[in-house]
């Protein structure tokens, strides 16, 4: 089993910067793919960032060029850096981890285990 805990979400206004963190921790870090979601109120969990072990990563198109996705792998946490904040890009976001590496990273049911969610509330 692994615990997920994220942190780094407040109240920002349109155009500031945020950065999430999530820390891992109950197993050894491994060879895991790691994803960002976020839901909004009355609004499905959507993907937003992923990133394979290899590094690779991917992005829904509406955060692309503002947000990146990175990894510390001796500080067992994840990050995902939001520039560019906007008002529709206030959620609860969440941090997952998926032991199947090669799975698709936008789709929620490949991740295995989640983080309680951080609010990101963006004011214009």
């Known amino acids: 089993q692994l615990q997920l805990v994220e942190s780094g979400g407040g109240l920002v206004q349109a155009g500031d910067s945020l950065r999430l963190s999530c820390a891992v921790s109950g197993r050894t870090f491994g060879r895991y793919a790691m994803g960002w979601f976020r839901q909004a109120p009355r609004k499905e969990r959507d993907f937003v960032a992923g990133r394979r072990w290899s590094g690779a990563t991917d992005y829904a198109d509406s955060v692309k060029g503002r947000f990146t996705i990175s990894r510390d792998n001796a500080k067992n946490t994840v990050y995902l850096q939001m520039n560019s904040l906007k008002p529709e890009d206030t959620a609860v976001y969440y941090c997952?981890?998926?032991?199947?590496?090669?799975?698709?990273?936008?789709?929620?049911?490949?991740?295995?285990?989640w983080g309680q969610g951080t609010q990101v509330t963006v004011s214009s």
């Open positions: 997952a981890v998926s032991r199947d590496d090669m799975g698709f990273l936008r789709q929620a049911a490949e991740y295995d285990f």
